[in-house]
């Protein structure tokens, strides 16, 4: 694995970064300043991007390339989409990486140093750059929960169709519209 400084004209944004809907949530100076915080990781197949259980300041935003993300050395998600953002969650909690994500690919991110953004912008003195950031990564974790739970959803009834069992009311309830079960029980309704 590479590192390379990112070297910014500012007030202008090469095609590739325009598509990123995280760059998008800035109004052009800060957008300045987050570039100028950033560097490009340029992956080899195999190298380990963010380790499980390190700490690391950083998110990232795949370039080009396809990653994979692992708990436990197990796969649980892949990223393989231009402008796919990852370790926002450093932002919010500043813990230890919960996964490691290794690429699958060669590839190329881009890496926003978050502490050294907020060195340069103190939440008391730039709110509203930091509402700026913190909107974003909310939208991002928002749609990731939600695809989780529609998959967890999927997942159950999987299991339960499995085990020949069918969802009581109130777990039926909860199922998001698309995978809640069939009500229609007639002649024509059993298995074949």
Known sequence: MKEFAYIHEDGSLPAPL???PFLNSFTEEQLDDVLRSSSLIQCDLGDSIIEE????????ILLSGALEVRVGGKRVADIKHTGDVFGELALVNQDKRSASVIAVAPSLCLAVDQ???????????DPAFHAALFEFVARLITKKLDATSRRLAEVEKELRQLKGDAPSSAEAAALPAVVKPSKSKGKRGKSR
């Open 18 to 20: 325009k598509a990123v």
């Open 53 to 60: 259980g390190s700490i690391d300041s950083r998110i990232y």
């Open 115 to 125: 502490k050294f953004l907020q060195a340069m912008h103190p939440r008391e003195e």
